[in-house]
């Protein structure tokens, strides 16, 4: 955030409860001493050069109408409908001449492979120039132990190892 651009952004959890138990303290974990101040009332982060980010919950697709938003983090986005998707890239539509929106999107893969973000997303994103995408193993977690990753492939079933530990749409079995 360049102090003096005034712009708006939007923080977006899948559901209320995720949104305050793990989105928002995350971000506050992380967030700058000075960029801002939260108004919880309200729903949104006062930014001290006049922007604001707006909090909200994917539980209802409407929420995000009618706002515009420089950028996006959309947070456990598997678990967010493919309409929710939809009406968050229409906020990222900016002026012409203006450079794009971003959306940031942090997931646990949840659903089967057949589900939208990874049919409409991660499947084609050889096709699509505009999509960077990544892909993290918990054994790439700094933080974490590694005996836990090491146990875990030892002792879990084999497909919700590969989701849970290695971030992969599977077909969960049995």
Do not use: H
């Amino acid at each position: 955030i360049k102090a003096g651009i005034k712009t708006d952004y939007l923080v977006l959890g899948p559901t209320y409860r995720i949104l305050t138990q793990s989105t928002l303290k995350t971000l506050f974990q992380y967030w700058p001493k000075g960029l801002g101040s939260y108004k919880k009332q309200e729903s949104f982060i006062q930014l001290v050069n006049g922007g604001v980010v707006w909090i909200r919950s994917a539980d209802k697709p409407d929420a995000v109408e009618g706002m515009t938003a420089k950028s996006v983090w959309m947070d456990e986005a598997a678990l967010c409908s493919e309409t929710v998707y939809d009406k968050v890239c229409q906020r990222l539509v900016q002026k012409k001449g203006e450079p794009k929106g971003r959306l940031l999107m942090t997931t646990t893969p949840y659903g089967s492979p057949s589900c939208w973000m990874n049919l409409r997303l991660i499947e084609q994103r050889k096709t699509l120039p505009w999509l960077f995408y990544i892909n993290f193993s918990m054994a790439d977690n700094p933080f974490i132990e590694r005996t836990v990753y090491d146990r875990a492939k030892a002792t879990m079933n084999e497909s919700l190892f590969q989701r849970d530990f290695e971030g992969r749409f599977v077909k969960i079995e049995g």
